[in-house]
């Protein structure tokens, strides 16, 4: 059963903690506020500041696990408070663990900062959950994609889309390593998976990925560097580093050029064209 003082306090309570920096908004002027205004936290959890402040009011319909959900990561919450916002709220939580999409505060404060830059955090599948906006310039909005669709690996084998942004010369290599990595997380999750469960499918659909999992290769990493082919800018040269959030393993990927080359201009036309370079 819902807890609608509970919840409206705890609400209002992390709202009042989070400052703009905090969250990769601009303070402003004339800020009486003493954390967020709920109209930036309805922008954080996507939804109508109307929405968001009836439940602080003890109003509304009883939200659902998606909008709880929501409100979690746009609070920036911990996974221990995220389950306490389902327990107010009248939901079990979700299961913690490798199959959660909750990413941690601290990536979130991490990809918040990294507004010059392409960056995005993604799950141990290659599934996008959060870019910035030079992410989305550099590759296009990929957290849209629902079901398979939304693993990179899995759409390198069904979608020319998604290889069409990626060197020719670099293909075959990509194609070992997303076969092998799917293999190596398939056999430590096991068979009842969605790793499993992608590499079935694929094998049914892929007569390519048919003949590169019968190699059965394991540890095939990333290269450091990427090689782009963007539509608007051209070729990209940019190295990415990674950080791993392990008790979920999610994945903050950052992309950078060297500066004075080449791809270190390209990016900065990037920044000027915006997410909508690539469509």
Sequence with gaps: MIDRTGLAEFLRRRRELLQPEDVGMPRGQRRRTSGLRREEVAVLCNMSTDYYSRLE??????????????????LHLSLDERDHLFRLAGHHPPVRGTTSEHISPGLLRILDRLDDTPAEIVTELGETLRQTPMGVALTGDTTGYTGPERSIGFRWFTDPATRALYAPQEH?????????????????????????????????????????????????????V????????????????????????HRLLVYTALPGSES???????????????R
């Design 57 to 74: 009011r003890e109003r509304g319909p009883h939200p659902s696990e998606q909008m709880i959900a929501s409100i979690a990561q746009g």
């Design 172 to 224: 075959p290599f990509l194609t070992r390593m997303f076969a092998s990595g799917l293999r190596e997380i398939a056999t430590v999750r096991g068979p009842g998976s969605r790793a499993a469960r992608y590499a079935e499918i694929l094998l049914e659909r892929s007569a390519e990925f048919r003949a590169v999992w019968e190699a059965h290769e394991i540890g095939v990493r990333p290269h450091e």
């Design 226 to 249: 990427k090689h782009f082919v963007h539509p608007e800018v051209g070729a990209l040269e940019l190295a990415c580093q990674s950080l791993l959030d392990p008790d979920q393993s």
């Design 264 to 278: 270190h201009e390209k990016l900065r036309l990037l920044s000027v064209l915006g997410p909508q370079a690539v």
